[in-house]
C-alpha cells in the first residue's frame, strides 16, 4: 500500500518561491505517475502538473508553465512542486496523488492514491 505525505506548505509573498514534498512511504514512486493538485476555497479541485512514471520531465498545464516544475527525487521516494513567482491565484490546499498502471498522464478521477494536502497562502 502506498501512503502520501505533502510538506513545505505555508505563507508565502507574491513573486516568491516554494517547494512543496510528496513523501511516499510503502512504495517507491517510480512506478507511478504523480500528479500535483490543487483547491482553492470554493472552487473545484484542479490538476497542477504531471509526471509520468519512470520519467523526469513533467508537465504543466497553462496557468502555472513555466512558474512551477514537478520533479522527482533520487531516492524515488519523493516528488516535488517548485513554485516560482507565485501569484495570489496559486493559493490554496495542494495535493499530491499517485496513479498505477502504464498510463502516463493524471486525470484526477483515474488516480489511485491521494495525501490529505498542504495549505499554501499567498499574501504580502
Given at each position: 500500500q502506498l501512503q502520501l505525505?505533502?510538506?513545505g506548505g505555508g505563507l508565502v509573498q507574491p513573486g516568491g518561491s516554494l517547494r512543496l514534498s510528496?513523501?511516499?512511504s510503502?512504495?517507491?514512486?517510480?512506478y507511478f505517475a504523480i500528479g500535483w493538485f490543487r483547491q482553492a476555497?470554493?472552487?473545484a479541485r484542479?490538476?497542477?502538473s504531471c509526471i509520468s512514471r519512470f520519467s523526469t520531465i513533467g508537465n504543466s498545464e497553462d496557468s502555472v508553465k513555466g512558474r512551477f516544475t514537478i520533479s522527482r527525487d533520487g531516492t524515488k521516494k519523493a516528488v516535488y512542486l517548485q513554485m516560482s513567482d507565485v501569484a495570489p491565484e496559486d493559493a490554496g490546499v495542494y495535493y499530491c496523488a499517485a496513479r498505477a498502471g502504464p498510463e502516463s498522464n493524471c486525470p484526477s478521477g483515474d488516480m489511485d492514491y491521494w495525501g490529505k494536502g498542504t495549505?499554501?497562502?499567498v499574501s504580502s
Open positions: 505525505v505533502e510538506s510528496c513523501a511516499a510503502g512504495r517507491t514512486l517510480d476555497p470554493g472552487k484542479e490538476g497542477v495549505l499554501v497562502t
